[in-house]
Nanobody, 112 residues
Framework: QVQLVESGGGLVQPGGSLRLSCAASGFTFRRYYMSWYRQAPGKQRELVAGISSTGGITNYADFVKGRFTISRDNAKNTLYLQMNSLLPEDTAVYYC?????WGQGTQVTVSS
C-alpha cells in the first residue's frame, strides 16, 4: 500500500533552516505530481509547494516564495522541502501528499 513518511522537522530559531524529506513507497513515485502542505493549530491545511513528476515544474504559495524550495529524487523515491529564512508563522505540521494519499506529518516549530 501507499506509504509516505515525512522526517526532518524540529525546533528552529527564526531565520534558521530545515530540510524536510518524504520517503515514498507502494506506488510508482516518478509518475506522480507531489506536494507539501501544512496545517497550523486552529487553521485549515494549506498548500505550500508542488512539483511535477519529472521535477521540471514547481509551484509555490506566495507566503513561501523565495524562501522554500521543493525538489525530488526519483531514483530514491523521495520528496524534499528546503526551508530557509523561517518565520514563527511557518510553525505547523508539514505533510507530503501524493494523489489522494497523505503522510503522517512532521512538526516544524519556529521559535526563539
Amino acid at each position: 500500500q501507499v506509504q509516505l513518511v515525512e522526517s526532518g522537522g524540529g525546533l528552529v530559531q527564526p531565520g534558521g533552516s530545515l530540510r524536510l524529506s518524504c520517503a515514498a513507497s507502494g506506488f510508482t513515485f516518478r509518475r506522480y505530481y507531489m506536494s507539501w502542505y501544512r496545517q497550523a493549530p486552529g487553521k485549515q491545511r494549506e498548500l505550500v509547494a508542488g512539483i511535477s513528476s519529472t521535477g521540471g515544474i514547481t509551484n509555490y504559495a506566495d507566503f513561501v516564495k523565495g524562501r522554500f524550495t521543493i525538489s525530488r529524487d526519483n531514483a530514491k523515491n523521495t520528496l524534499y522541502l528546503q526551508m530557509n529564512s523561517l518565520l514563527p508563522e511557518d510553525t505547523a505540521v508539514y505533510y507530503c501528499k501524493a494523489d489522494l494519499n497523505w503522510g503522517q506529518g512532521t512538526q516544524v516549530t519556529v521559535s526563539s
